[in-house]
């Protein structure tokens, strides 16, 4: 089974439980649980946008409104307590579905600032759309080092009773040191980065781990080198019945398959794929259980492989496309070092 995400500790009545169908379950915020002790170092908020930072407008719309000082306030905590030193750092202030390959660069980047500048702990507050995409980015390109804690919320900062403030005291109560790579902390849960998916669009505990290190091992060591995704293009197809491949264009540089069961595509799919340039992986559109390719004809995943397919493994497709587009950028960066053109 995919790994188990960690719970948070303390009293289960301090954590997130429950969905969201309508009728709210979590507890109202309260005041931030704190260290008795002040911590020697700091904390850096990196804050994005999100729904945790969304209030509603005029026509009742869900917009990023909020700064990182304003979810701060929300969840009840004070950027310079006696416990507690919290610097904020707004790098944007976006729902996530619009979030670019260059935002991802960019918050990346500011990760990697905060930690060279010192930092002991870095959250990002991050929209829930494309949490598990920045998150794959930051364990493929950041080297292990301090604690990169991924949070937001299913509900805004303006609901009668908000999930965010209680994920942010979460994230802030996580022990220094417990994670060397990145990790998403939510609704009670701690989840691996690699292979984070959100499987729920309502509930408090949205995300799990599709990862399974019983199929495949432990997750791979990060690539640790720090390399632009704008400017690459990897898509994501699916199969479905009577799928042909016309989905597929061949100026991207990498791509994503969608595949039926446990790795395979009709077979009017096939010679579009043979005749495509770069990279494929293969992930399966079935929730769990990942890839295993063992059937033969045309279609069959089996051929694919031999035909220098790769195995997505457990990963979701949205994180798999994530991982190849770090493995391009960092082999276009290294190309581009070679020859003694510029990096980025």
Not at 113 to 126: E, F, L, P, S, Y
Not at 202 to 213: E, H, L, R, S, V
Not at 243 to 252: E, K, L, M, Y
């Amino acid at each position: 089974m995919p790994t188990s995400p960690s719970p948070l500790p303390g009293p289960a009545a301090d954590r997130p439980t429950g969905h969201s169908t309508g009728q709210t379950t979590s507890p109202a915020p309260g005041p931030a649980t704190a260290p008795t002790t002040r911590s020697p170092g700091y904390t850096v908020l990196l804050a994005t946008g999100g729904t945790i930072a969304c209030t509603q407008d005029s026509h009742g719309d869900l917009r990023p409104t909020l700064g990182g000082r304003g979810v701060l306030k929300n969840a009840g905590v004070d950027t310079n307590s006696e416990h507690q030193e919290i610097r904020v750092v707004d790098v944007a202030q976006l729902d996530s579905s619009a979030l670019t390959l260059s935002d991802i660069d960019r918050i990346l980047a500011a990760i990697a600032g905060a930690r060279d500048q010192g930092a002991d702990r870095v959250i990002v507050t991050h929209g829930t759309d494309t949490l598990e995409e920045t998150a794959m980015a930051a364990d493929r390109l950041l080297q292990p080092g301090a604690p990169v804690i991924f949070t937001g919320a299913q509900r805004p900062a303006d609901d009668c009773a908000p999930d965010g403030p209680a994920n942010l005291r979460a994230a802030l109560d996580i022990p220094l040191g417990k994670h060397t790579r990145p990790v998403v902390c939510f609704g009670g849960q701690i989840v691996p980065a690699y292979g984070a998916t959100k499987n729920h669009t309502t509930a408090d505990a949205g995300f799990g781990c599709a990862y399974d290190p019983r199929i495949e091992g432990p997750a791979p060591a990060p690539l640790g080198q720090l390399a632009p995704l704008a400017g690459l293009r990897v898509d994501i197809v699916p199969a479905y019945a009577g799928a042909d491949g016309s989905a597929v264009d061949p100026a991207a540089d990498g791509l994503v398959v969608v595949a039926l069961g446990s790795g395979n595509i009709p077979p009017a799919m096939r010679g579009t794929l043979d005749r495509f340039a770069g990279p494929i992986v293969v992930c399966s559109r079935v929730p769990a259980g990942g890839v295993h390719f063992r059937y033969g004809g045309p279609g069959g995943g089996a051929e694919l492989q031999r035909a220098g397919v790769r195995s997505g493994g457990t990963l979701r497709p949205a994180q798999a496309r994530i991982k190849l587009l770090c493995e391009l950028a960092v082999e276009r960066q290294r190309n581009r070092s070679s020859a003694g053109a510029p990096t980025h």
